[in-house]
């Protein structure tokens, strides 16, 4: 038996939109190391089991494996934190955890993070870059697996969020986003300073919102009431964030939110040495 192979979600995006109006879809995510998909192996016939909630088909599993080139042999079990359809990257780090539980078992090399990439692409329509080791840093091409740009590491920030609403899978044919082309530009700068990134994020997140017609969100006006610097949310799926300079979450905030009708609340550091 492999030792269990950990692969930490997101929480979200802090852009997500087109490169102008006949661009592709690009995001820069938000990092979570509390939301993971953790996968083992065992030897033996191909087998998986997934402790609820269940988020890749055996079929799509072995297609997996089959573009990566690695037998489907053995059996997984895999675990995941984050529910589906939450933005929060179970679908592609339940892969990445599997690939690489496979290749371990298998006595190969982990796939590269290029070649994971695709293989993800291929076998869901779209991929977030949980493969990659600093995955913040890109400004990555969700539809077709691609690095577009890297940025700056991010600045230290402390996030408290939630699951608001119904969960909603990512659809790798929906293109259907607001521009952001601008914002894109001004990322790089704006990694220096956590107020100007988190105005950047807020931004993104409020050109989602009014384009898929969700005006109603309550999150920006519980993060003003908080003292957030800003807020960000899966631009497809149920999860919220709300920015915060480290040590800063006030008393009561995660009250606040579950009081607001959020489930599943979180709070974790992520950006700097976190």
Do not use: K, N
């Not at 033996?44 to 080139?69: S, T």
């Not at 339940?94 to 539980?101: F, T």
């Amino acid at each position: 038996m492999t030792r269990p192979l950990r692969v930490a979600g997101h929480f979200g995006e802090l852009l997500q939109g087109r490169l102008g109006p006949g661009g592709p879809v690009a995001l820069v995510t938000l990092p979570c190391p509390v939301l993971a998909a953790r996968c083992d192996w065992r030897p033996g016939p191909f087998a998986l089991h997934q402790i609820a909630p269940a988020v890749i088909a055996p079929a799509e599993a072995r297609a997996l494996l089959g573009r990566l080139r690695i037998a489907p042999r053995g059996a997984f079990r895999l675990r995941i934190d984050a529910p589906p359809g939450g933005g929060a990257g179970a679908s592609t780090a339940a892969r990445v955890a599997l690939a690489r539980a496979a290749a371990l078992g298998a006595g190969r090399p982990a796939p590269v993070p290029e070649t994971l990439a695709r293989a993800c692409v291929a076998t869901e329509g779209a991929s977030d870059p949980l493969m990659y080791p600093d995955p913040a840093r890109l400004l990555w091409s969700s539809r077709t697996g691609h690095v577009l740009a890297m940025a700056p590491a991010l600045p230290p920030l402390e996030i408290l969020g939630g699951f608001l609403g119904p969960p909603r899978r990512t659809d790798p044919r929906d293109t259907d986003f607001p521009d952001i082309a601008d914002l894109a530009r001004a990322w790089p700068s704006a990694t220096a300073d956590a107020a100007a990134l988190a105005a950047l994020a807020s931004e993104s997140a409020r050109r989602t919102l009014a384009h898929r017609g969700l005006p109603a969100d309550p999150t920006e006006a519980l993060g003003r009431g908080l003292g957030a610097l800003g807020f960000a949310i899966a631009h497809t799926g149920s999860a919220r964030a709300l920015l915060f300079r480290p040590g800063r979450v006030p008393p009561g905030a995660a009250a606040a939110l579950r009081a607001a009708g959020f489930a599943g609340v979180i709070r974790f550091r992520t950006g700097g040495r976190a």
